[in-house]
């Protein structure tokens, strides 16, 4: 018996550790594209550049930031990679668009 529980313990713990960083990844997800879109409106109210990426990178620390104007849009892609249990590193991206003017 304690030859099987030596086998199958390490597989339980890896199994273990990619869930609870999967559960991470999405929730740094969540973040990501709520920041996205706060970071959207603030564009769209004519707020400066310097500004929104503040918000996004105050939200999720560590998180790129890249805006452009689509017609009567303003759009922000927000966008981090994550390690998931320290093994393997996932691309979020998040994308947000505003109507310009605020309104």
Do not use: H, K, N
Not at 10 to 24: F, K, R, S
Not at 85 to 91: D, F, K, Q, T
Request: aromatic share 0%.
């Amino acid at each position: 018996m304690a030859a099987e529980l030596a086998l199958a313990l390490p597989a339980v713990v890896l199994t273990l550790l990619l869930g609870a960083g999967a559960l991470g990844a999405a929730a740094r997800q969540v973040s990501l594209q709520d920041a996205a879109a706060d970071a959207a409106r603030l564009l769209a109210r004519g707020e400066q550049t310097a500004a929104a990426a503040g918000r996004v990178t105050a939200a999720v620390p560590g998180a790129g930031f890249a805006s452009r104007a689509d017609g009567d849009l303003v759009c922000v892609t927000a966008s981090l990679d994550v390690a998931v249990g320290g093994l393997i590193s996932l691309p979020l991206r998040a994308s947000s668009c505003a109507l310009d003017g605020g309104l």
